[in-house]
């Protein structure tokens, strides 16, 4: 078994120390930084400003394991490309590719874990449960080879990322935590937080540390309800984080970074489309700053549930906004489409899955 560790698995400092060690200058260091991150080689040999006695020496020492695409698939009608990674150990991963048709704007949703073990019962990924968390460079690499694509498919870099894709970013945070710092700092991508959205189902623990790191980027919750006997039915993960203990989590979010909070929620009819369920939303919402996004469900043959009606939904936003709460709606223009927090993939029916993050505002009424 190879037991050589990934070498992006090494800090800076450490990667320092370690080329330190062998006698190397302090400036290699940064050089290799470049290559890992910038550059993301797939190969040591593609190092070409160090000698090959350095190369090989590396290559001794350490794997690269390099993120590579699959496959991935085009919507004809909104030009939305979801991508299928393969990771080390021949695992599966996606990755979406989303254009906008009013603005340079191409934004890209990444994955945090294989599979994910909370099981919402509106996700396809939940019902692949967890088979392994991403590390850090993993999820960096997949973001990485998006924007190369955004630039091939598009013509442009990335605008915005959502960190939005199969699995739980709060359960894998110190992996996040690292790749979203690379790919905010100037060694990486360059992107700034203002352009990034972290979407979680609202892990009561992992909240408090993160809002203690008082992060750069925006946070997005998938609520889907804000009344806590509906909630659990739909997202298990409420039972062990119910809402009177989210709604301290995020209260205290907001007192640590001063951050306006968006919510995530998908209108399934006769489940949390009522006024009832309006009016605990509004409720809800108006503990923070916030911004609500109603999400229309990609119903299929095979779904348990079935999307809100029109009249439902906007009865429903008007509601929201005769409250001055800030309501937008997302909606498909094809038939293929998964929203919020990481509703990717059953692994058998890849194909059938493809994000559109068109939003449109409600005063249009045009939902269908
Ligand atoms: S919606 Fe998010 S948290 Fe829920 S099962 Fe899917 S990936 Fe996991």
New binding site residues.
Partial sequence: MDERQNIKELTYEKLSEYLASLGEPQFRAKQIWQWLWQKNVTDFDQMTNLSKKLRHRIKEDFVLNPVTIHSYQQSPTDKTIKYTFEINGGHLIEGVLIPSHSSERVTACISTQVG?????K?????TMGLKRNLLAHEIYDHLWLLNEESKKHFGRKLTNVVVMG???PLLNLDNVLRALDIVMSPEGLAMSPQRITLST?GIVKELYRLADLKPRFNLAV?LHSAIDEVRSQI?P?NNSNPLPELVKALRYFYHQTGKRITFEYLMLSGVNDSIKDAKALAEFTRNFPSKINLIEYNETPQSVFRKSTPDRVREFVNYLENRNLVVTLRRSKGSDIAA?????VKMTDRNKQLFNFDTLKPKNKNLH
Avoid at 116 to 120: A, F
Avoid at 340 to 344: F, K, M, N
């Fill in positions: 994910c073990p909370l099981g919402c509106f996700c396809a990924t939940g199969m699995g739980e189902v998938s997202m993960v919020a927090c990481g509703q990717l």
